[in-house]
């Protein structure tokens, strides 16, 4: 069964920089994977960060980066805001029209 | 401005069925392939789902293959989800979801719909 890892939670300072990682339970991550990136608040919907391990979409704003680290995908937030306490989950794709979610990572900044 | 719209859910016993609808608006629906999203209470996202632009391939995680059913209607930019024999742990909030980087990614999402299987 395919796992897909994320830190179970993160804390980062104002203005501080951040760097997330997604990985596979078996096996290394590579841009084969098409690696995204979502952020979610408790009771809204996901949005789009990331996709194609570091296309940025529409109107995010370049403190966020995508990139392979290593053998996993790597979501890199630079000068953290308040406002960027949120949830964050990667997804890779599997092939065959099936994404996977990883398990999130909860980000606080403080 | 790009919107898409989920409904139909609500409260369903368990063995019973539901449809969601999701209703695009603002971009080209039929070029898009789309997918749908649930979110347990407390819990994470899960890929649920997904279709073609054209609706001829369809794709479904192992929890829900063979009781849920994906489709869409190009000509009225919609999309649904018929969901069978539902259990306690398909309870959730349910996202449509457009794809995005030759449909493997989510870009925009709807607002969600909440699902209870309860007796």
């Known amino acids: 069964q395919t796992v897909v890892t994320q830190e179970p939670s993160f804390s980062v300072s104002p203005g501080g920089t951040v760097t997330l990682t997604c990985g596979l339970n078996?096996?290394?991550?590579?841009?084969?994977?098409?690696p995204s990136w979502y952020q979610q608040t408790p009771g809204q919907a996901p949005r789009t960060l990331i996709y194609s391990t570091n296309t940025r979409s529409s109107g995010v704003p370049d403190r966020f980066s995508g990139s392979i680290l290593g053998n996993k995908a790597a979501l890199t937030i630079t000068g953290a805001q308040p406002d960027d306490e949120s949830d964050y989950y990667c997804v890779l794709y599997m092939g065959s029209g099936i994404s996977v979610f990883g398990g999130g990572t909860k980000l606080t900044v403080l | 401005e790009v919107q898409l719209l989920e409904s139909g859910g609500g409260l369903v016993q368990p063995g019973g069925s539901l449809r969601l609808s999701c209703a695009a608006s603002g971009f080209t629906f039929s070029t898009y392939a789309m997918s749908w999203v649930r979110q347990a209470p407390g819990k994470g996202l899960e890929w649920v789902s997904s279709?073609?632009?054209?609706?001829?391939?369809?794709y479904y995680a192992d929890s829900v293959k063979g009781r849920f059913t994906i489709s869409r209607d190009n000509s009225k930019n919609t999309l649904f989800l018929q969901m069978n024999s539902l259990r306690a742990d398909d309870t959730a909030v349910y996202y449509c979801?457009?794809?995005?980087?030759?449909?493997?990614?989510?870009?925009?999402w709807g607002q969600g719909t909440m699902v209870t299987v309860s007796s």
């Open positions: 078996s096996g290394s991550v590579s841009t084969t994977y098409y």
């Open positions: 279709i073609s632009g054209s609706g001829g391939s369809t």
């Open positions: 979801a457009s794809r995005v980087g030759g449909a493997k990614a989510f870009d925009i």
